[in-house]
Structure formats: structure tokens, C-alpha cells
């Protein structure tokens, strides 16, 4: 396995299509195209996962039984602010949050969101990194609400509290807003190897206060 990393880097994929009102964000939010308008922060393979140095083999998860049991487990992780998000957890790695909504070329976009989280289950359900990926996730969700789901003011606001860091200002926030909702970003889990998880390293005082705020559903 690679040694353990605390900074990852971020693809943000913005889609817009030119569709009818009609033809808006039914169905599922993964499929592409016809979904309208889709703002997701997406963490490829090898972003958003924990990194674990000397892992036994085996420790990966593969099997089907284990992702559908881990589905109820990360949806009691996220309760209390993601629990009506649609969820999906499936083998593999990268977790990724966002929302679709249609698009009009006269109207721009129109009122109806869809929310959704996906989880690449590379650790089982009670690792703690797993648990800190996934309050990253729902934390992209409560970032776009406080913010009426415009991105660009969204980001302008993190941007504030994080102005000269290395990565993405959403991501760092959305890291910091885990913790306030209880993540261990970092650590050695109970077999005793060590993880690390998220973007732009620690958080400050003043970036943890700012985070509690967006999970409170306040703007900066």
C-alpha cells in the first residue's frame, strides 16, 4: 500500500445541460445525460479514502454482503444531518456528493434538487476513516444547502476562511466540518495501522468555528 497522505487532490465536475423543465433530475442523480443540471465535488480512486501503511491483506472490502450491510451502517453515521439523502455504497474507492436539478436555456436553473452521496467502501463501515469519508460526503450536503446550492458562492465563503491553503477551499471545509461532526480524520484504527483521510491538512480555530457554523446551516 502507499504511506499514509493527508493532502488529496480534487476533481470538481460541473455538467450543464440545455433541457427542458420536463426533462429535469428524476431518477438516479449518477446517470448522465439527460439528468439536467449536475454539481457534484467528485474524489476519484485515490482521493477521499484512507491510505493505510503495511495493511494485512484481506483487509479491502469485496464482497456484496459486506457493502449491503455497511449501507445501514453509513446511513446511521449521517442521520442527524444526511439522513433523507439517497445513498449508495458500492465496492471500490472515492466517495462523491452532490445535487442535480434541470436547466432551462431561458429560465436557468429551476427549483427542483435532487441530493445524493455515493460511497466507495474501501475500509469496512466502522473504520474510522470510513466514518470520516463519510461525514466529508454529507458535509458537501449541508455546504450547498446553507448556500442555496450556488456553487459559486459557496466557494467564495470557504475561500474567506481559507484563503492561501494548497487545496480546494470547499474540500478543507468540508473536512473540518467532519470533525465538528465527529470524525477522526487521522489516527490508528483498532488493528492498529495508521490512517489518514481528507484535504489541506489540520483545521484552525478559526476554520472548526467557521465549519460548526455551515453544519448549524448559517453562511459565513
Known amino acids: ?31 448522465s445525460p439527460g439528468d439536467g443540471l449536475k454539481f457534484t ?37 449521517i442521520a442527524p444531518w444526511c439522513g433523507e439523502v439517497p445513498l449508495t455504497v458500492r465496492k471500490g474507492s472515492g466517495g462523491e456528493a452532490g445535487f442535480t436539478t434541470s436547466w432551462h436555456p431561458l ?3 429551476g427549483d427542483d434538487v435532487t441530493e445524493y452521496i455515493e460511497i466507495g467502501l474501501a475500509r469496512p463501515a ?44 470547499v474540500e478543507h471545509m468540508a473536512d ?14 483498532d488493528d492498529g495501522q495508521w490512517y489518514g483521510t481528507g484535504y489541506g491538512g489540520s483545521c484552525s480555530p478559526q476554520q472548526l468555528d467557521a465549519a460548526a457554523q455551515v453544519v448549524d446551516g448559517r453562511r459565513l
Not at 485515490?46 to 446511513?75: C, F, K, W, Y
Not at 461532526?181 to 490508528?188: I, K, L, N, P, T
Open 107 to 109: 429560465f436557468a436553473r
Open 176 to 189: 473540518c466540518m467532519s470533525e465538528v461532526m465527529g470524525a477522526e480524520r487521522q489516527g490508528r484504527s
Open 126 to 169: 466502522d473504520h474510522p476513516a470510513t466514518r470520516a469519508v463519510v461525514l466529508h460526503e454529507c458535509a458537501h450536503i449541508l455546504q450547498y444547502r446553507a448556500y442555496g446550492y450556488d456553487w459559486a458562492a459557496l466557494d467564495s465563503a470557504m475561500r474567506h476562511v481559507y484563503p492561501d491553503g494548497p487545496h480546494s477551499p
Open 41 to 77: 465535488t467528485v474524489s476519484p480512486d485515490d482521493s477521499d479514502v484512507t491510505h493505510v501503511t503495511s495493511a494485512p491483506s484481506g483487509t479491502n472490502v469485496t464482497s456484496d454482503a459486506e457493502v449491503t450491510d455497511a449501507l445501514a451502517r453509513i446511513q446511521a453515521v
Open 1 to 31: 500500500m502507499q504511506n499514509a497522505r493527508l493532502g488529496f487532490g480534487l476533481v470538481t465536475v460541473i455538467t450543464a445541460l440545455l433541457l427542458a423543465p420536463a426533462a429535469g433530475a428524476a431518477g438516479n442523480p449518477g446517470n
